[in-house]
C-alpha cells in the first residue's frame, strides 16, 4: 500500500514525462559491508529536471544491472523521455524496450566496443576539420 502511495506521489511531482532526461545507472554503496555481508548493489533511475529518483531496482545476488535495468524500466512512465543508461546496460532488447514504451535513448559509446566505435567516431569526423588553433568547426 505505502509502495503504491509513494509511486503515485513521485509521479506527480515528475509530471510528465514528455521532454524528461532520465538517467539510469548502477551503483554499489561504498562502506555498505555488514559483518561480510555481500554490499546490495542498486539500479537507479534519476530524472534530472526534478531532482527525483523516481524508481530503484535491487540487483539479483547472482546476476549484474543487465538484468535489473529492464524491470526498472518497466516500473516506470517512460513516454516521451530521453533515457541514457552507461555503456553496460546497452543491449539491443533494452533499447527496443525503450521505443516499446515511447521513450528514446542516448546510447554510451566506448573505445573497447570494436565494430560500433570506429564506424561512429567516422562519422563524426566527417565534415569537421580543426583550425590551426585546435578548434574543430563544421564544415558544409
Known sequence: MFRAAFATWVEALAGAAANRHIAID?????????????PLPLVSAFAGENWLVPGQR????????ITAI??????????GAVITIDA????????????????DYVRALKGNQPTPHPAVDELFREGWKTTSRGRSIRVA
Not at 70 to 79: C, Y
Not at 88 to 103: E, N, P, T, V
Open 88 to 103: 553496460m546496460g546497452w543491449r539491443k532488447d533494452i533499447a527496443a524496450q525503450i521505443k516499446d514504451q515511447g521513450a
Open 70 to 79: 529492464p524491470e526498472l524500466i518497466r516500473l516506470l512512465d517512460v513516454k
Open 26 to 38: 548502477g551503483k554499489t554503496p561504498r562502506g555498505a559491508r555488514d559483518k561480510g555481508a555481500r
Open 58 to 65: 535491487a540487483v539479483d545476488e547472482k546476476s549484474n544491472e
